[in-house]
């Protein structure tokens, strides 16, 4: 049977994987790069739980609407592979700089996540680093109606249907 984490199954109560069917979290992390100043951002322990389930160290997790970077700070932390895509350049530009620079890929691009020019400019850059595949996609897109991100057209907090936004996704 292939390996899809690093849980050891007969130690599983001691891993860090939450077991428990109902997930109660009384305080999001705010340790080390997660600052919590973004509107909408993922509370850092539900990406942990994600990854720690579903992938293994060293392989390649996918989030294609990365906002503050909180994926990307916890594969870091997982050492796990990690590219991303945002549409807002500052985000980009913000989180790619507070990523260390180690073996790992973590990488960021700025970019329409339901546009195909910006998974082909992923393919190529993943194939220049010899990979091919991500192990594991988070997806956090935009709220219908809640929290506007940006004025930006193609965000799909701005979109009005469903129809109108999935592009390549769907
Ligand atoms: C719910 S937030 C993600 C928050 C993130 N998980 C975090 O912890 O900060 C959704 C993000 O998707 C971005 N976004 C909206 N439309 C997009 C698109 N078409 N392509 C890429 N990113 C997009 C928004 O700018 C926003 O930062």
Known sequence: ???????????WKESDVWTDSLWIIHERDK???HSNFY???????????FILRYSKENDLVFDPFLGSGTTAYECETLKRNFVGVELQSKLVE????NLDKTDKIAKVFCGDSTNRE???EIHQFLKANKSSRVQLAILHPPYADIV???DLEEDLSNRKS?????????
């Open 1 to 11: 049977m292939p390996k899809f984490n690093d849980i050891d199954l007969e130690n």
């Open 31 to 33: 340790s080390g790069k």
């Open 39 to 49: 509107h909408g951002n993922f509370v850092p322990q539900i990406p942990r739980q």
């Open 94 to 97: 913000k989180v790619q700089s």
């Open 118 to 120: 910006t998974f082909e």
């Open 148 to 150: 506007k991100f940006s």
């Open 162 to 170: 469903l129809k109108s936004s999935w592009g390549v996704l769907l």
